[in-house]
């Protein structure tokens, strides 16, 4: 399993109008295969930056959907005349860790 963390800061007091596009928005990602999640965050320091985790199945899955028309239309929906702070726009791909469980009572 992977997360794409995006962090975005919204210019000129347009925090509202993101919050409000995220909840209204079409859900589009939610049929793409691979999709197993989406969360929005705000930060409480900085109201205009925003943190979006998606989690996937895996990698070539997030690509294949942020290469997708359905990812272009759903950007299309964002508030007219956003604007982005350049210096705070980030994409990072984690790689959840992952081994071998053993059963709860088991010695190591």
């Not at 604007?83 to 790689?95: M, N, P, Q, V, Y």
């Amino acid at each position: 399993m992977i997360i794409a963390m995006s962090r975005f800061r919204v210019l000129h007091s347009r925090e509202q109008d993101i919050r409000q596009a995220f909840l209204d928005r079409p859900r589009l990602v939610e049929d793409h295969a691979g999709f197993l999640g989406l969360e929005v965050f705000q930060d409480e320091k900085d109201s205009a930056l925003f943190y979006l985790l998606t989690r996937w199945n895996d990698a070539a899955s997030f690509r294949a959907w942020h290469s997708s028309q359905a990812h272009k239309h759903s950007h299309e929906l964002m508030p007219k005349g956003l604007k982005l702070d350049s210096a705070f726009t980030e994409l990072r791909i984690l790689e959840r860790v992952e081994g071998e469980r053993k059963p709860v009572g088991t010695a190591s």
